[in-house]
């Protein structure tokens, strides 16, 4: 399990040069979601002075700063990468804040496909410096192959699945979670995703798996939430219609083995993004997912997160109803509405 | 891609010391049944005299040997690691038969979890003999993310697809490819596993890629077999009801992006080999198939391939011509009866 680094327990400077914003940065984004009493400081040169609340509409009280020494004097104990290099490459640029931030003592936060971890220079440097980089997309060791474990733990097992990449699984996840808490439910989010593991201190990035163990890495995710948790909301990732990442998918639907789940879709979507594959209708992409689990362990999507943050509240009630009774499940927008209802749904299980 | 040594200019020597049997090394039945002129020795000292088809039917005329030193009377060329290791580690005794195989100049071709080639000792002593140490699972750098590119080939391309793992979804693959070249079809095997892989001389093992790039591995011998040839046979791999594999299995089907898919199955099996899984009807398995296709490239599977090892030939065929009737599909079993029906198939898309 990758569980090295617990944010809640530092001060945090973003990384977020050249690329901050809604779109372009979304670990940012999520950390300050999140984790906004953590995050200290922004670093972006293009928007120097500006408060995070002014491009992102959250995260208010966040500055955002020129780069590392101006971000220094609030205080960080880490440094979290918070964007994507273009090519997958560490940019140099981007290398030298990093060397910075070890030389001044911060641990490092990632998410990068380029194992920090494995980077024999900087783990020289973070040694004489005795500081930790933390590589959240690194997976463990001596995965196991998926043996249907999952289906033993008393928790209740609720998958995020989703008609596409970034449509809201993660946020679903999270904002279920703690509305669930808030009812006094024993709920656990179990992170499957670097930006989620980022946020909650642990989980594996299953996509960074071996695909042999991929649905054991799944597994391990659902036996360690239930350990501590009577209710576990599992990350889902992919969908089942994506040709790039559909195996990763099922393996995840598998591995974890659900007691029921959660879809989750953006109505303004139409397509896979960056492919010209078409979504088929709601209904049909709900069915893929029940019918897939029928051999194995049968599970019941109880419910619809929509993803409406590009349309007006207006047109987000009205996407609401329409797939309301489109599906015959309920439905809501868990940032804007909230996610009771769906903690309703599971609770109704 | 895979390329590294091509077995059919060998003389090979198979290590199966120990487990020589139909059922206890796969990769050596596989090679003694398709490379067997390449074939000089299999060693076990356990079976020390006979002659391989006294155990296993196939490879009449091979000997079974005590050791390396006997096996070196036949000139073997390179040693092929014919068995699995209990616990995925590489046995203190197979270690020392392969240090003393590189000693005699033999490369050594391996289908094994611990890849040779990243072991600085065999290494080592490999560059110094100046031979090759080929892991057929290694998956190559560099792998992309699946994007629709299988689409457009030229080449037709036919998956096969199965109940379950070890249903005949490598064998049929080949003999399929075989019947059609007699046919004089342009048609060419595509491996996706170790085995086929050692078999036929090139491919990827699918499931020892990072999951990310699953279908993205499966996209590239796609375009790699359509290079040179216009019927292309991909090599299957698990099952969509097997709980540990179903992953790799969808992104086999995704990133290949068939024309058609030919479903194996062993009509003895009842479950999920190894799991408590009951196997859904055939025609419940095929739907399950046809429908994940829909959405990126739709597909039908346009026959069966039955595995009847453990059938009399009465009893085979009269599971035969129940399939038949069940599915509505052509269906045989390609190593008792030929694969002529299933080309006939592919022939009439």
Redesign the interface.
């Known amino acids: 399990m990758n569980y090295h680094l617990q944010p809640k327990s530092h001060k945090i400077a973003v990384l977020a040069e050249g690329s901050f914003g809604v779109l372009e940065s979304k670990t940012a984004t999520v950390l300050i979601r999140y984790l906004p009493d953590n995050i200290v400081a922004v670093i972006d040169s293009r928007n120097t002075g500006k408060d995070v609340s002014d491009i992102i509409d959250i995260g208010k009280g966040i500055p955002v700063v020129r780069n590392l020494s101006e971000a220094m004097q609030y205080d960080p104990t880490l440094l979290a990468i918070g964007i994507a290099p273009p090519g997958g490459e560490l940019p140099p640029a981007w290398r030298s804040t990093i060397y910075e931030a070890i030389h001044s003592g911060l641990h490092i936060m990632s998410g990068l496909h380029h194992f920090l971890s494995e980077d024999v220079e900087l783990v020289d440097l973070a040694e004489k410096h005795n500081v930790v980089l933390w590589d959240a997309r690194k997976p463990p060791d001596n995965l196991p192959?998926?043996?249907?474990l999952a289906a033993d733990v008393d928790a209740t097992v609720i998958l995020t699945v989703g008609s596409d990449c970034r449509v809201g699984k993660m946020l679903s996840g999270i904002e279920i979670t703690q509305a669930a808490r808030k009812k006094s439910l024993n709920a656990e989010f179990c992170p499957t995703g670097q930006n989620g593991i980022m946020v909650w201190g642990w989980g594996i990035a299953?996509?960074?798996?071996?695909?042999?163990f991929?649905?054991?890495a799944a597994e391990e995710i659902v036996l360690e939430g239930a350990k501590n948790h009577d209710l576990l909301i599992v990350e889902g990732q992919g969908s089942?219609?994506?040709?790039?990442?559909?195996?990763?998918?099922?393996?995840?639907l598998?591995?974890s083995m659900p007691d029921a789940m959660i879809f989750c879709h953006q109505p303004s979507r139409k397509q896979v993004a960056?492919?010209?594959?078409?979504?088929?209708s709601l209904p049909d992409m709900i069915m893929?997912y029940e019918?897939?689990t029928?051999?194995?362990k049968p599970a019941k999507v109880i419910g619809v997160a929509l993803n409406c943050f590009d349309l007006s509240e207006r047109e987000s009630y009205q996407a609401i109803d329409a797939v309301e009774t489109e599906t015959g499940l309920p439905a809501t927008d868990v940032v804007k509405f909230g996610a009771d209802k769906l903690v309703d749904a599971i609770q109704r299980l």
């Open positions: 192959v998926a043996t249907c299953i996509d960074a798996v071996i695909s042999d991929t649905a054991g089942l219609v994506h040709p790039g990442y559909s195996g990763v998918t099922l393996s995840l598998h591995g960056r492919y010209t594959v078409p979504l088929p893929q019918m897939l029928n051999p194995i």
